[in-house]
């Protein structure tokens, strides 16, 4: 492997304003007895933390305020050793901020002002294109603009890279983005929801069954890797060249907070894919970071290191 290989992750990151109370209030209601904690996190730097904590070279692009929760953002990701040298500060909006709350069983409801992340233009991806076409591997989320994550794939097109998609929060996705994925990673009912956005046939299965017709549908327009999360469940994986299913197993863990849980995966899993190692194996590390994500408190805070990963693997005997 090159010395210069590395992860890039494009996308958001926010400040989370965190809640932890007993359960959640219904509509005009006000359940008092929470805690506070602020946190940071959006998708696209809380996957650049558990790359670059699971041992991965990583460079993040995404749009932040000049205001003080991005120079927090910087600093931040700056010390986690993320390089941030290609961020881009808005002049006019603030960074992008998440009020969450979480209940006791570690459940989340969450509701994001996407601020300067929104911003982020087609023609400030072009201008990082060599940076773009000479990664191992993209992640791209959809807290940006989807004229933007378009750009980002035509020009990831153009090299070598391992392209992926998390389509969340989901929205209606293009044909010709779809086709030039190598993976694509929905929860299960994004997965759903995404078919019948693209306006496939009613899926009228259950279960395991749901899932797999509906992967093969997206395989059709030609993504290559599937990949359903399940959360404590796991996730499935349909591989389009032989046609298969693999279903990848979760530990069994004590949940205390699911922030950022997804994102771990899909960082670790990068990480892993762009130091060459197969798909199947790669999941089932993302898995086990997941796993030891969801213990603790915070987003990035919660994402752990790769000895971590791989002491956790060695006493499931997985390694």
Same mark, same amino acid.
């Given at each position: 492997?090159?010395?210069?290989?590395?992860?890039?992750?494009?996308?958001?990151?926010?400040?989370?304003?965190?809640?932890?109370?007993?359960?959640?209030?219904?509509?005009?209601?006000?359940?008092?007895?929470?805690?506070?904690?602020?946190?940071?996190?959006?998708?696209?730097?809380?996957?650049?933390?558990?790359?670059?904590?699971?041992?991965?070279?990583?460079?993040?692009?995404?749009?932040?305020?000049?205001?003080?929760?991005?120079?927090?953002?910087?600093?931040?990701?700056?010390?986690?050793?993320?390089?941030?040298?290609?961020?881009?500060?808005?002049? =006019?909006?603030? *960074?992008?901020?998440? /009020?969450?709350?979480?209940? $006791?069983? +570690?459940?989340?409801? &969450?509701?994001? %002002?996407?601020?300067?992340?929104?911003?982020?233009?087609?023609?400030?991806?072009?201008?990082?294109?060599?940076?773009?076409?000479?990664?191992?591997?993209?992640?791209?989320?959809?807290?940006?603009?989807?004229?933007?994550?378009?750009?980002?794939?035509?020009?990831?097109?153009?090299?070598?890279?391992?392209?992926?998609?998390?389509?969340?929060?989901?929205?209606?996705?293009?044909?010709?983005?779809?086709?030039?994925?190598?993976?694509?990673?929905?929860?299960?009912?994004?997965?759903? =929801?995404?078919? *019948?956005?693209?306006? /496939?046939?009613?899926?009228? $299965?259950? +279960?395991?069954?749901? &899932?797999?017709? %509906?992967?093969?549908?997206?395989?059709?327009?030609?993504?290559?890797?599937?990949?359903?999360?399940?959360?404590?469940?796991?996730?499935?994986?349909?591989?389009?060249?032989?046609?298969?299913?693999?279903?990848?197993?979760?530990?069994?863990?004590?949940?205390?907070?699911?922030?950022?849980?997804?994102?771990?995966?899909?960082?670790?899993?990068?990480?892993?894919?762009?130091?060459?190692?197969?798909?199947?194996?790669?999941?089932?590390?993302?898995?086990?970071?997941?796993?030891?994500?969801?213990?603790?408190?915070?987003?990035?805070?919660?994402?752990?290191?790769?000895?971590?990963?791989?002491?956790?693997?060695?006493?499931?005997?997985?390694?």
């Amino acid at each position: 492997m090159s010395e210069e290989t590395y992860v890039l992750i494009i996308g958001s990151s926010n400040m989370d304003l965190n809640i932890y109370s007993k359960r959640f209030p219904n509509p005009g209601e006000t359940v008092t007895g929470g805690t506070f904690k602020q946190f940071l996190g959006g998708k696209g730097a809380n996957q650049a933390v558990a790359s670059v904590r699971s041992g991965s070279k990583t460079i993040f692009i995404g749009k932040i305020g000049r205001d003080s929760f991005g120079d927090q953002m910087v600093s931040r990701l700056t010390n986690e050793g993320v390089n941030m040298n290609h961020i881009i500060r808005d002049p =006019r909006a603030p *960074s992008g901020v998440a /009020f969450i709350l979480i209940d $006791e069983n +570690g459940e989340n409801m &969450i509701s994001v %002002a996407p601020g300067a992340n929104f911003n982020l233009k087609p023609e400030e991806i072009r201008s990082k294109a060599h940076i773009i076409k000479e990664a191992n591997s993209i992640v791209v989320q959809m807290e940006i603009p989807i004229e933007t994550i378009q750009e980002i794939f035509n020009i990831a097109s153009e090299g070598h890279v391992i392209k992926i998609l998390n389509p969340a929060p989901l929205k209606p996705i293009p044909d010709e983005v779809l086709s030039k994925l190598d993976i694509i990673i929905p929860n299960e009912g994004e997965l759903y =929801r995404l078919h *019948s956005l693209l306006g /496939f046939n009613k899926l009228i $299965e259950e +279960g395991k069954q749901k &899932i797999a017709h %509906a992967s093969e549908d997206l395989a059709n327009l030609g993504i290559k890797y599937i990949i359903t999360t399940l959360g404590n469940k796991g996730c499935i994986i349909f591989e389009k060249k032989t046609n298969k299913f693999y279903e990848i197993g979760a530990p069994k863990v004590i949940a205390v907070d699911t922030v950022g849980a997804g994102d771990c995966f899909i960082g670790v899993l990068a990480s892993m894919l762009s130091k060459g190692k197969t798909v199947p194996y790669a999941v089932r590390y993302a898995t086990v970071a997941a796993s030891i994500a969801v213990t603790r408190k915070g987003a990035q805070k919660s994402m752990p290191f790769l000895r971590e990963i791989q002491n956790k693997l060695k006493n499931l005997n997985l390694n």
